[in-house]
């Protein structure tokens, strides 16, 4: 097969565009679909924290000058933990839910999802195809096509990369239906408040709960970064969760992005404690967006006859709850695995897919067990991989 044919990646998300950054760098040709029309088509999602192997993963797809912006853009926090406190009443409680995310230089180490976007964008725009749905693929005699929905199809590239998230339809055709992601019925906000608001809480990472609610327990986590919360330029975010049936938006629509989402957050945190009320009281309406819980197989990322031109990357393959904190640490190392198989072989993709899946089982597994043992204290989901609802 011709190393000539680029490279396809269905979706631009993180996993996605970090792959492509190591592909640029190894002169790789690619292409990449991305369904959205552009970057600003949705809301960005919420701050995410950064293990060390996922910043080994990242520092080693990328060159060392956008590395080096990466870095910059990080907020590093004291510790490498988190304060959980009583939303209600502001008391600090013990960790209901005990998390230790291991960082560099003994810190937390952080980023807003599209700053993270943004950089591993840079360099990569011109090879972005927008408004692309990628449906599935056909394999030809020397290579594969992505199809679209609607009806054309791709150039012909040498291998095609699903990483398009939970709904991936690349995902659902190479594993024959193997791959699945569960509903856990948990659903949750993202919000974005000034730095501003942030103020009474102080530098670190804090998880607020509140259990007086009739229909089961909220939590919201946010970090905030030394010296930031004067900037009046800059925004923070924060996650709110909460166990089944305590959040729900209209209809049942979870694309709703501003004002329905942003006033359930409100009313959720009407009688918090007065420290934490500025993060809800002066959100960013536009911002707030809502999300659903979700997770792959908790048994472990299952096995499908091996495909030479097609595999997965990211929540495609492994979906996580948002506990631990593991699921894009375990995208980003996806990316850099696949990448630096694919620059050792020099575009050649013979035994690439085998060999990568092959260790992406063992820690995509390890990880979405971990996320969904911690999700059952957090937010009281119950998988069943028999009869549970999929996405």
């Known amino acids: 097969m011709s190393a000539s044919k680029p490279i396809l990646i269905s979706g631009a998300g993180l996993a996605s565009l970090l792959l492509a950054q190591s592909l640029r760098v190894a002169k790789i040709p690619f292409k990449i679909f991305e369904r959205d029309t552009s970057f600003a088509f949705r809301a960005q999602g919420y701050r995410l924290r950064l293990s060390s192997e996922g910043l080994d993963a990242i520092e080693s797809a990328l060159d060392p000058q956008t590395w080096q912006l990466f870095w910059d853009t990080c907020g590093k926090t004291g510790g490498s933990g988190f304060s959980a406190f009583d939303a209600v009443t502001g008391e600090q409680t013990e960790h209901v839910v005990p998390e230790k995310l291991d960082s560099r230089g003994g810190q937390i180490v952080g980023i807003a999802r599209g700053d993270m976007r943004r950089i591993f964008a840079q360099g990569c ?11 599935g693929y056909e394999l030809t005699d020397d ?10 199809k791709s150039v012909e590239g040498s291998m095609l990369i699903g990483g398009e998230g939970i709904y991936s339809k690349v995902a659902k055709q190479l594993s024959g239906g193997k791959l699945k992601v569960y509903d856990t019925g948990a659903r949750g906000i993202h919000g974005q408040a000034p730095a501003a608001a942030f103020k009474g809480l102080g530098e670190g990472v804090f998880r607020l709960r509140d259990d007086t609610g009739p229909d089961g327990g ?3 986590m946010t970090n905030v970064r ?5 900037d009046t330029s800059l925004q923070f975010g924060w996650t709110m969760g909460g166990v089944p049936g305590v959040i729900r938006a ?23 404690d007065p420290r934490f009320k500025p993060l809800f009281d002066n959100m960013i309406t536009a911002e707030a967006a809502f999300w659903k819980i979700t997770c792959s197989t908790p048994s472990g990322v299952p096995k499908w006859p091996n495909e030479p031109r097609v595999t997965l990357i990211g929540d495609a393959v492994h979906s996580m709850t948002p506990a ?3 699921g894009a640490n375990t995208a980003v190392r996806d990316s850099a695995l696949l990448g630096r198989l694919l620059r050792e072989a020099g575009g050649n993709i013979h035994g690439v897919t085998t060999a990568y899946e092959q260790e992406m089982r063992v820690y995509g597994s ?3 067990h971990e996320s969904y043992s911690t999700a059952v204290g957090a937010f009281g989901i119950k998988i069943d991989e028999e009869s549970s609802p999929v996405v």
């Open 218 to 220: 909220v939590f919201v």
């Open 250 to 272: 209209p209809n049942d629509d979870y694309t709703i992005v501003g004002e329905q989402a942003a006033d359930i957050a409100k009313s959720i945190s009407k009688n918090w």
């Open 143 to 152: 290579g594969v096509r992505a199809t679209f929905a609607d009806g054309t």
């Open 366 to 368: 390890k990880a979405v």
């Open 226 to 230: 030394p010296h930031d919360e004067n």
């Open 125 to 135: 725009e011109e090879h972005i195809e927008w408004a692309k749905h990628v449906t």
């Open 324 to 326: 631990g904190g593991l």
